[in-house]
């Protein structure tokens, strides 16, 4: 059996940790305490998750939803231009 890596932990985490709306409500260290994760990586897995689709879920408020809904927009429209 293969251990789990630790980005799959830390995306689990992340994903369990959603509301109702798709955001991530919990502080980090609510969601840390007891666990074998660091910090660090889990908040790069969220980053990370956030430019999957749903672009914007996993954001901790609208303001970085939208912030990050922009972002991916003009990474695609950029990348269309080249």
Same mark, same amino acid.
């Given at each position: 059996?293969?251990?789990?890596?630790?980005?799959?932990?830390?995306?689990?985490?992340?994903?369990?940790? &959603? %509301?109702?709306? $798709?955001?991530?409500?919990?502080?980090?260290?609510?969601? =840390?305490?007891?666990? +074998?994760?660091?910090?660090?990586?889990?908040?790069?897995?969220?980053?990370?998750?956030?430019? &999957? %689709?749903?672009? $914007?879920?996993?954001?901790?408020?609208?303001?970085?939803? =939208?912030?990050?809904? +922009?972002?991916?927009?003009?990474?695609?429209?950029?990348?269309?231009?080249?």
């Amino acid at each position: 059996m293969n251990p789990i890596s630790e980005e799959v932990c830390n995306a689990a985490i992340c994903v369990l940790n &959603l %509301d109702a709306d $798709g955001r991530l409500t919990a502080q980090r260290k609510d969601f =840390l305490h007891g666990s +074998l994760v660091r910090g660090k990586t889990v908040e790069q897995s969220r980053q990370a998750l956030m430019r &999957l %689709d749903p672009v $914007g879920c996993e954001a901790r408020d609208v303001r970085e939803c =939208l912030l990050v809904q +922009l972002e991916v927009a003009e990474n695609a429209i950029g990348s269309q231009a080249d």
